[in-house]
């Protein structure tokens, strides 16, 4: 579909990161790098993973591998200490911990004080570790400056040490939106382990409370963590999924009309922004990016007879099954509103400056965040999505038409060798608060991997200068 227009658009998309200027024809105007100061205003961060504005003025930040909630002045950078979970699990040099944080738009306010918190635990003490997800509330409290009495809302959700997502936002419906990863199955360590971003619970499981199906998914549930009245019908059976066919949504927000955005993570190519409808399926372990044949074939090592005996690398050895794109159908199967990057069958994945680690060369950009920017008193910035990303070091943004689809451009604003976790902003659009990941890999300014990174755990300010 559209092959002519979608390689015309990837070449466009490559010249626009590879130049060091975000200023296009069409955005000449819009405020480059040069017109924002840069301020360091904490570091030190466990890998902080959400920042969030808050009402009284300071910013709250989750870190994920300390599993404390932390609440930051931005003018001086003087942190205090919300909350440090007793029971998150935390396992060195995997992708677990505390994740998402979701603020109720009423907080601090008489009517609501609840923060709402995702993370993962050790569902079984024995000796083998049993890794779920739960989400929790809790209530402010302002004379100890705590957040105090968790009341869990659902428990028991798939977790894994790669690809857990967890991103969680609060809706203007008043629900709340919450992302799950395959669990980075099928990969790595975790390719004898199905995918199950396909799967769709039965009515018995969500009788039993049993979430195996959820990954992969997209969640909308209630405030109390029951399943809305209102949550779509998929085959059959009402359960907290609002859409399915996920691989690795880590971005997720709401914009214009109350439309709900996620971005996620491609194999090797193909990172995704999707806008996300009631039991839409976009299509993973199936397809990747546009249903077009391009790069990428489904090898289920799953269902390879002896699966762990076999060594797994690319491509697939032959006992693997494998399926086309084209040869997948489902109902309400939703493509992306855009792919970065999409390529070829012929493209080259080894790139020998990455043969230290060969994934940062793949072309892909690793969206790790996406927020709406609705207002903003910088030209032309009003209705876009800022997006962050971990090994690209950039921070994007991406307009939005008047009927909320994407305009023509992903436009680089602030480019570094960080990995950018999360973006939050003030009220008038006009000052950009991001956090980055404490290590891990990054592109250098060659394009070659490095664990370099100028800024490691850090909570970084970036203002225009107007």
């Not at 739960?134 to 402010?140: E, G, M, N």
């Not at 009341?151 to 939106?177: C, M, Q, W, Y």
């Not at 396909?198 to 909308?220: C, F, H, I, M, N």
Request: net charge negative.
């Amino acid at each position: 579909m559209r092959t002519a227009t979608r390689t015309l658009i990837a070449a466009t998309l490559t010249a626009i990161v590879a130049s060091t200027s975000p200023a296009t024809a069409a955005h000449a105007a819009d405020p480059g790098p040069d017109q924002f100061t840069t301020r360091v205003i904490a570091t030190g961060l466990a890998n902080p993973f959400e920042v969030a504005n808050g009402p009284d003025g300071l910013l709250w930040v989750t870190e994920r591998t300390a599993g404390r909630v932390v609440r930051i002045d931005p003018a001086t950078g003087a942190r205090s200490t919300a909350l440090t979970l007793p029971d998150v699990l935390i396992t060195p040099g995997t992708q677990d911990g505390l994740m998402g944080m979701a603020l109720h738009p009423e907080l601090l306010t008489a009517r609501n004080q609840h923060v709402f918190l995702a993370y993962t635990y050790d569902a079984d003490p024995g000796a083998a570790v049993d890794r779920r997800v739960k989400l929790v509330r809790y209530f402010w409290e302002a004379a100890t400056q705590r957040l105090i009495l968790p009341i869990t809302l659902i428990e028991g959700l798939p977790g894994s040490d790669d690809h857990n997502s967890g991103r969680l936002v609060f809706g203007p419906d008043g629900k709340l939106a919450y992302t799950i990863g395959d669990g980075g199955h099928n990969q790595f360590a975790n390719y004898c382990k199905p995918i199950r971003a396909q799967r769709t619970p039965t009515a018995q499981e969500v009788r039993d409370r049993d979430w195996v199906s959820y990954q992969g998914k997209v969640l909308r549930l209630e405030v109390d963590g029951t399943i809305p009245a209102d949550n779509p019908v998929i085959n059959g059976v009402r359960s907290h999924v609002y859409s399915l066919g996920h691989r690795n949504p880590q971005g997720l927000t709401f914009g214009p009309g109350g439309r709900l955005y996620a971005n996620e993570h491609g194999p090797k190519n193909d990172d995704e922004i999707n806008l996300i409808r009631a039991a839409g399926n976009y299509g993973w372990p199936n397809i990747s990016g546009y249903q077009d044949d391009q790069a990428y074939v489904y090898a289920n090592w799953s269902a390879a007879p002896g699966c762990p005996s076999l060594p797994w690398g690319e491509p697939a050895l032959p006992q693997v099954p494998q399926s086309t794109e084209s040869s997948f159908t489902a109902p309400n199967l939703v493509e992306p509103l855009r792919t970065y990057y999409t390529v070829g069958d012929d493209f080259d994945f080894q790139d020998p400056k990455c043969a230290a680690a060969y994934y940062i060369c793949w072309p892909g950009i690793a969206p790790s965040s996406l927020d709406y920017l609705a207002a903003s008193r910088l030209p032309g910035w009003s209705n876009s999505l800022l997006m962050t990303t971990l090994k690209d070091g950039t921070i994007y943004r991406v307009p939005l038409t008047a009927d909320g689809r994407l305009a023509a451009e992903t436009i680089p604003v602030w480019k570094s060798v960080n990995r950018y976790r999360d973006l939050t902003f003030n009220a008038t659009g006009t000052v950009f608060y991001a956090v980055t990941d404490s290590s891990g890999l990054a592109r250098d300014p060659q394009g070659a991997p490095t664990n370099g990174l100028t800024n490691p755990g850090t909570l970084l300010e970036y203002a225009h200068k107007g």
